[in-house]
């Protein structure tokens, strides 16, 4: 069975600040993907970021990174230059057997 | 190019009551998936389609839920009858066939259901 954890509920950071979103994630499938997703208040999910369990190095998106540690089993959402449209709950989700596995989230508020 | 659409963006209903759902995915997407989130939660799948047969239900309620997508296009999702715990958002989403790990998946702006 898969498992994301996500142990920050809540987070707030100043704009133009970078902030750091953690996941922890538990499989025993050897290949897997991981995701990340924005969702304002409107409701829709928006994909972010992909990392390959087998891609070398780190994904990038714009402002967006994703900080992955194999061994620790973590994948986690670097957003540098916070704005205020960044504000939202921000879900990690892992693909295995062709299914996606969601966290619980984090609510992330940017400050002025 | 249009998103994946939804009605009804919201539904209030009593328990014991029947409701509907409808998804329109994104033109040419095989799969589509209905998601089940409650509040405070992730999404957590319900069924997928791949084209018009199911691929998997495993976690769908099938006492009281049904799900089907007959033309392999557009998708309804019923609950009959309605409990209190039903009460969350349902979304859908749909994404391109993949045989790979990359499968980003498209979500519309979800429906909004309250059990009173």
């Known amino acids: 069975a898969q498992k994301i954890t996500q142990t920050q509920p809540g987070m707030f950071v100043q704009e133009k600040e970078a902030v750091t979103l953690d996941c922890t994630y538990d499989t025993s499938d050897p290949s897997y993907g991981l995701f990340w997703y924005k969702q304002p208040s409107s409701g829709e999910m928006i994909f972010l970021i992909y990392?390959?369990?087998?891609?070398?190095q780190n994904a990038t998106e714009g402002r967006y990174s994703l900080n992955f540690q194999k061994a620790r089993k973590s994948a986690n959402l670097v957003i540098s230059a916070s704005q205020l449209g960044d504000s939202a709950m921000y879900f990690c989700a892992m693909m295995g057997g062709n299914k996606l596995t969601f966290g619980t989230g984090t609510q992330l508020k940017v400050e002025l | 190019e249009a998103g994946v659409a939804q009605s009804p963006r919201y539904k209030i209903i009593e328990k014991r009551q029947s409701v509907a759902f409808w998804c329109n995915p994104i033109?040419?997407?095989?799969?589509l998936y209905w998601y089940q989130q409650i509040l405070g939660q992730g999404p957590k799948l319900l069924i997928q389609?791949?084209?018009?047969?199911?691929?998997?239900d495993s976690q769908l309620p099938k006492d009281r839920f049904s799900a089907e997508r007959l033309k392999g296009v557009d998708s309804t999702l019923k609950i009959q009858p309605a409990k209190l715990e039903d009460s969350a958002v349902y979304l859908c989403?749909?994404?391109?066939?993949?045989?790979?790990?990359?499968?980003?998946?498209?979500f519309g702006p979800g429906t909004r259901l309250t059990v009173l």
């Open positions: 989403a749909s994404s391109l066939p993949t045989s790979g790990l990359y499968n980003e998946q498209f």
């Open positions: 033109s040419g997407h095989a799969t």
């Open positions: 389609f791949q084209n018009n047969g199911v691929v998997d």
């Open positions: 990392q390959g369990s087998y891609d070398q």
